[in-house]
């Protein structure tokens, strides 16, 4: 442009400047238009469009439909669940007085024991766990609360914090042992108290939702979640030689405090009551006792106060095939043992039906009640389901004889193991 300007001489210098402001005049007034048009009618920074759009060469994302973005706000299933389920989850605080191992009067010198005087050698200890409401009652002012019998086992005082923070003095009106269950009757006392929905735990397949709830740790209204890993698990593969259960396992947070609270489905209904959690190895796991077990000894325990279960009188481990052949194959062995699967007999209860019966420790129980018995846990799963008083007929393998014998179950000892 200079060369131009140099060659054609300071007159037409002088037009090319006259032309030049001209242009600069015009578009300084069109720069004034846009900006009053842009005052005038203010838009969006983003467009309203539904997909991504383009910026300055940079692609940005449109602003949600408002129809959209409340469908964002939605609660998850396990949200409503809780909501239907938590107003019967309660809090259950015990008191037990229990005995100091660690301070005997009697073992005092005879001069500190008269200048102390007569001590105490008890103390109250405090317990706490969880409990879900499964009836109320408000003409007769009454609820039913389930839980765990180790909850609430050989307490002096039990109080339950309903949902809503209210405290009732709770009675244990019924506990067993062998199924780690317990019912707790409350006045309700003019509280509204709401039960939960009762599930069907015989409909659950593995993979199914689980959801806990209970009070962790003092931690009131906790809730995990998790999905049902196994079912029918014999709590005797956990080392519970005391107990009759085929337990729910679930990978959904279980912690102290949480026995006696609810494990519920999807739907929200109480489909176990949470038991116990691994630790150790394997920690991660919790158990949980099915509703339809729990259903049942709960109406046993309001009718009766406590319930019978028949006895043997046996402790027995698994014995599998394999397991036998490397037995016998031991040069040192000292018995042989059957090459078969069953519930081999390490122990027979002195003065117990087993007893009686004649069974002998080493002898394999192949059968009961005209039913397959691979291990254990069948076998018990039988007396369990049998009378008091009513024979039962046993197939048994002793060495290389089999033999039926009749063993009459009795009540089971309130000392005594399942067998």
Known sequence: MLLLFYHHGPRFIARARLLLQGWAAALAAAATFALVLALAFPQPLLAQADGPTAVDGLTTMALPDPAATSQLHDHSFVAVAVRRVAPAVVRIDTERRVQD?????????????DALGDLPNTYQQHGQGSGVVIAANPEKNRALVLTN??????????EVTLANGHSLTGTVSGSDSVTDLALVTLSSGGNAIQAAQLGDSASLEVGDWAIALGNPYGLDSTV?????????RSIASLGFADKRLDLIQT?????PGNSGGPLVNAAGEVIGINTLVRSGPGAGLGFAIPINLARHVAMLLENQGEITHPYLGLQMVQLTQRRARR??????????????DGALIQKVVEASPAERAGLRRGDLVVGADQQTVREPAELLALVEASQVGQPLQLHIQRGEQE????VTPEAMPKAAMPG
């Open 224 to 232: 995990t979640l998790g999905i049902v890993s196994h079912l029918h």
């Open 327 to 340: 037995h016998n194959a031991d040069p040192n062995t000292l018995l042989k043992l059957p090459e078969r």
């Open 403 to 406: 033999l039926q014998l009749e």
């Open 149 to 158: 019998a180790h909850v609430v086992d050989g307490v002096d005082r039990v």
């Open 101 to 113: 191992p660690s301070l005997n009067p009697l073992l005092l010198e005879p001069l500190l024991r």
């Open 251 to 255: 990978d959904a947070a279980i912690n």
